[in-house]
Every structure is written in structure tokens, then in C-alpha cells.
């Protein structure tokens, strides 16, 4: 019998960014020098880690051969000990664990997984998510990792876990399930997981920036959140200003942050590339940074009046970002 890898710890608490995916814009296919480049911007930026393969990576337009590429750039650019966390979702159990046997060849830590939703409703019944988070959370603890669960109903079919769910399946599976990613929106469910699970076994995090504050009023662990692709020291020193106990300054940060969020929120995905492209991928020294956050094929990116819109919703809180950046010089958190 071999022995068991190292037992996963709780992902560090703090703001985590949720990549963006950057596609040579003649050929479609992943630009790996850039995206390298802009992975190694984010991992010194203050991040507490990076998720690799989540919604804003266009993950599921993507080939198995291509997830796996990404997150050994994400490693090779970021470092060894830089926190990774690997989206591994998929459509049934066997791609899942396909993608989890990928994830730790790779080198990522933890394994982010949102419930198989092709057939919506058909996967409702609480006894095959059980049985689904079992065989995935223990496939990944075999390997050394631990199991972050993601709730997303929008990219489900409307799947949305209950608090007492995400609580039962983490107590049946702990200490193999080590945190959730809420993109629902509920700071009540972060009360309620806080007041059941204890910090040192299980992080909770929001899945939006804008409810960071909130979040963290109430016991949870930060955010992994996709505005962070756009300006991730603003969001960090939210946190920062927040746990330092500045409440004043956080909350004044955080109204700033939360209303430019709204026009990036407004168009998905593509407005996420098309910001990070604008204010992000140029500090990192990617070369026509904003072709290349075009999104992957089918879809298309903003119309030049919803460019515009971002681009002057997000002028003012622009500055912010590049004073913190020029605070250490531009060389981020070490």
C-alpha cells in the first residue's frame, strides 16, 4: 500500500483571481508566452492565489490537452509555492476525475468543482451530489489536494446548494472538502457556513469583489473574484485596509470598487478581458494585450459603445490601482 500525500490544508484566506485566458487572435489557440506573462503579474500583486480553468477562463471551451497546458503555465510563471486551485468541472464523474489526475501532475493544490448542471434538475436530489462530491473530493485527497466546492446556479441550470447542503457535504467528506466558492450572491449563506464549519477546516469565499466586506463581516475567508483580473491590488487592499481593522477606509474602498464592478459585472466575460486587457495585461508586459483578450470562438467581445462604457466607468478607479502600484514601485507583493 503507498502511502497517503501530504494531507490539503484550508486555501489561504485573502483575494484569489480566477484568470482570464488569453487566445492568439489569428489563430485561436492559447498564446502560452503571454499568458505566462500575465499569470506571473498576478501572482505578485497580493493575491492569496490564482484559480486557473474557473468560469472567466472560458474552461469549458477549452480541450483537456489545453486545461492542462494552462495550469502548468500557471505553475512555471508563478512559482512552487504560489497557492494554485485548479477548476476541474466537468459534465460527469469520469471527466472530473480526468481533470483532477491532470490538476496534481500539473502542480495545483486544491481542485475547485462545480455539480455536473447539463441536465439541470436531473442532478437535484442531494443523495447524487453526495454521492458526486464524494468520489471527487476523495480522488483529489488520494493526490494530495483538497476539494473546494463551487456554486454557481447560472452556469448550472439553476443548480444552487442550500447552506445546511454545502454544510453536510462538508462535514461527510472533511477533512477531504476544504472550502466553496459562492457566486450566488448570498452573504446569508456565509453566515450560516461560519457560524457551522470552523475557519481552520473550511474557507468560504465570495465569488464576486463586490460583497467582499460583507463576506468578511460575517466569518468568511475573502473572495475569488474576477474583477481581480482587472484591478487586483484595489481589491486586495480592500481586504488588506478591512482585516487591518480600517474599517472606514475598506468601506470607502469598497463602494468605489463595487460601483465600477457593476459595468464590468454587466457584460460577462467579455467585458472582463476587455477591462484586463485595458489596465492589466500591459503592466505585465503581454504585447497587444487587447486582441489577445478577445474571447474564444464562437463568441464575441464588446461593441465599441460597450468598450467605451467600461473603459469610462473604470477611469477613476484606474488610478487607484496604478497608485498602488507605484507604491512599491511596481514590483507587488514578493
Known amino acids: 500500500m503507498t502511502s497517503r500525500p501530504k494531507a490539503p490544508h484550508v486555501p489561504p484566506s485573502g483575494v484569489w483571481c480566477p484568470a482570464v485566458t488569453l487566445f492568439d487572435p489569428d489563430t485561436d489557440t492559447l498564446d502560452i508566452p503571454s499568458q505566462k506573462k500575465y499569470f506571473a503579474l498576478l501572482a505578485r500583486s497580493g493575491l492569496a492565489g490564482l484559480l486557473v480553468l474557473g468560469t472567466n477562463a ?5 480541450t483537456r490537452e489545453e486545461r492542462k497546458a494552462l495550469l502548468v503555465a500557471a505553475r512555471e510563471a508563478c512559482g512552487p509555492s504560489f497557492p494554485i486551485m485548479a477548476g476541474v468541472s466537468g459534465h460527469s ?13 500539473a502542480g495545483a493544490d486544491y481542485v475547485l468543482v462545480l455539480p455536473p448542471g447539463y441536465f439541470g434538475a436531473a442532478l437535484a436530489p442531494p443523495a447524487m451530489l453526495r454521492d458526486f462530491f464524494c468520489d471527487v ?15 454557481f446556479p447560472g452556469v448550472t441550470n439553476g443548480i444552487d446548494f442550500p447552506s445546511s447542503l454545502i454544510t453536510a457535504l462538508a462535514r461527510e467528506n472533511a477533512p477531504r472538502i476544504v472550502g466553496v466558492k459562492l457566486t450566488c450572491g448570498s452573504v446569508a449563506k456565509v453566515t450560516r457556513l461560519a457560524a457551522s464549519l470552523p475557519a481552520a477546516e473550511f474557507a468560504i469565499f465570495g465569488g464576486q469583489s463586490d460583497f467582499l466586506v460583507g463576506a468578511l463581516a460575517v466569518g468568511g475567508a475573502g473572495c475569488i473574484a474576477a474583477f481581480a483580473n482587472v484591478f487586483p491590488r484595489t481589491v486586495v487592499e480592500v481586504y488588506r485596509l478591512w482585516t487591518a481593522g480600517r474599517w472606514d477606509e475598506a468601506l470607502a474602498l469598497h463602494a468605489r470598487a463595487a460601483l465600477a464592478e457593476e459595468a464590468v459585472k454587466s457584460g460577462g466575460v467579455a467585458a472582463v478581458k476587455f477591462a484586463a486587457g485595458v489596465w492589466t495585461a500591459g503592466r505585465a508586459g503581454v504585447k497587444g494585450a487587447e486582441g489577445r483578450m478577445g474571447m474564444r470562438r464562437p463568441y464575441l467581445g464588446l461593441g465599441e459603445g460597450e468598450r467605451k462604457g467600461v473603459r469610462e466607468a473604470l477611469e477613476g478607479l484606474a488610478e487607484v490601482e496604478g497608485g498602488l502600484w507605484e507604491g512599491d514601485g511596481g514590483r507587488g507583493e514578493e
Open 93 to 105: 464523474t469520469a471527466q472530473v476525475l480526468e481533470f483532477i489526475a491532470d490538476a496534481h501532475s
Open 137 to 151: 473530493s476523495l480522488a483529489a485527497w488520494d493526490l494530495g489536494m483538497g476539494t473546494v466546492i463551487y456554486n
Open 58 to 62: 472560458e474552461t469549458f471551451l477549452l
